[in-house]
């Protein structure tokens, strides 16, 4: 049985959705209140994945993802009132795998808690190229075995996107859809900074990655 991490401080919804879990998806579910419960069930439990409210009694909860994303993989989904593009955009950035604005839908929320799981148990440990290596369980990458500090979801999924896709010329647009979760808008302006700052952490790595005018990006090993 699966070990889920319900953080919510609102009891209604806290106990409408671990009802749910338990009976439709079958899942063994923890309950914290607050940063403080969550952080105990953390450092003691054996968990598959965590459901976090952003607004706490105790602090913010991106605060808490950012921790907790520095020291264990385990995906964090965001439930959150809070629902506005750059919401979900800071959510993702502070290491989120995935978000979904209140209300959403029971079965939504069952289907997005199995689709992050899959995605877990279907990732390597490690993958090397080059003098770079990703540490796929702790989100991170070192090159020559020096951690080069790359951000726990925005750097470290568009780096584990162009080393799954090798070669290949991948597009803004598909860059932006499978990083940010979203359509690229009119302005590519936050891809390009993110590109930007992998570029000068994966000097000595013997990694590049190239700019295809017109067409994309495209990682490549020398």
Known sequence: MRNILLIEDEVDIQTANSNMLKRQGGYNVFLAMNLEEARTIVASEDLDIILLDITLPDGNGLDFLVELKQNKNIPVLIL??????????KGLESGGDGYMPKPYDNQELLLSIES?????EQMPKIVTKGALSLRINSNRAF??????????????????????EEGKVLSPEYLYDEVWGQPMKESD??????????RRKLEGSGCMITTERGKGYRFVVR
């Open 80 to 89: 959150s009132a809070l629902s506005k593009i750059s919401d979900r955009v």
């Open 189 to 198: 302006n936050a891809l390009k900074v993110a590109i930007s700052e992998l």
């Open 143 to 164: 090159v020559n075995g020096v951690d080069i500090g790359v951000s726990q979801n925005i750097e470290f999924s568009l780096l584990n996107i162009f080393v799954q």
């Open 116 to 120: 992050l799981l899959r995605q877990r």
